[in-house]
């Protein structure tokens, strides 16, 4: 039985990748950065796995000492870390980046960037320490170069954790840890659909009608994320879920399908 640390895993892909990993027979530890958001998270997946194979332990990824105290939560609960997996990240609208808050600047460099540096930072220390584990990050639209017209600010700190999550790998290289990064691609979460507020009818419809041919929902992506990463003997493995051959197919069967991914969520 292996423990996961999920950051950011009170909901979306952090919750599927928690409730997946118990499925399989994991212990893990829920992290968000309120009490209550654990709280609530922590009781609602008691309801269907022991508890005892649950732990919950709020911090603010931008503050290195509440960093810190999570890796020291996980371990003095289940005596060791053997996955941490940096899933935290926040967005912003859609929108020039000339025209962005300088706080919400600050705010999803500290999140995204230098919280995932933390959690890096005090992972593989942890490991070192304990000889073994395996550390990804969780990538998103940015990493792998491609631009979206008023994503600059996202794009550019999945960019960054692209860098590092290469950069650590090859750090790692022979002192028996893994890093990688885990892939889910276009996924239905609030965090994506945050990045389009605000558009008019004629943009969202564009943006929606992409939706229904590559995003996926939690529910979908995260058995098979959770299942490699715990299966991945690899140090510098991408696992990656919505691959070229996957894009490829899905634009040339997206008349036949029709798929609707928004038929079950309410329109305001």
Avoid: H
């Amino acid at each position: 039985m292996k423990t996961i640390v999920i950051t950011g895993s009170t909901r979306g892909i952090g919750y599927g990748l928690a409730e997946n990993f118990l499925k399989l027979g994991q212990q893990v530890v829920i992290n968000g950065r309120s009490q209550d958001s654990v709280e609530r998270a922590v009781a609602q997946l008691s309801r269907s796995y022991p508890a005892d194979r649950l732990l919950g332990c709020p911090c603010d990824m931008t503050q290195y000492q509440q960093v810190k105290a999570l890796w020291d939560c996980a371990v003095e609960q289940f005596g060791q870390v053997d996955i941490w997996i940096n899933n935290a990240g926040i967005a912003t609208p859609q929108s020039p980046f000339w025209e962005l808050d300088e706080r919400q600047i600050s705010s999803l460099v500290s999140t995204n960037i230098t919280g995932a540096m933390y959690g890096a930072r005090v992972a593989l220390a942890g490991f070192l320490e304990q000889g073994q584990g395996a550390f990804y990050n969780m990538e998103g639209l940015g990493s792998d170069g491609r631009r979206v017209e008023g994503l600059t600010l996202y794009g550019t700190s999945k960019r960054a954790l692209n860098y590092l999550t290469d950069s650590l790998a090859a750090e790692v290289e022979g002192t028996g840890l893994i890093v990688g990064a885990l892939s889910p691609g276009m996924v239905m979460t609030d965090l994506i659909l945050k990045q389009y507020e605000g558009k008019d009818p004629e943009e969202w419809e564009s943006a929606r009608s992409i939706f229904n041919i590559l995003a996926d929902k939690p529910e979908t992506v995260t058995p098979f994320l959770a299942k490699k990463a715990l299966e991945n003997t690899r140090n510098g493995a991408r696992i990656s879920w919505l691959t070229t051959g996957k894009v490829i197919w899905r634009f040339l069967t997206a008349r036949l399908t029709g798929r609707d991914l928004f038929e079950d969520i309410a329109e305001e």
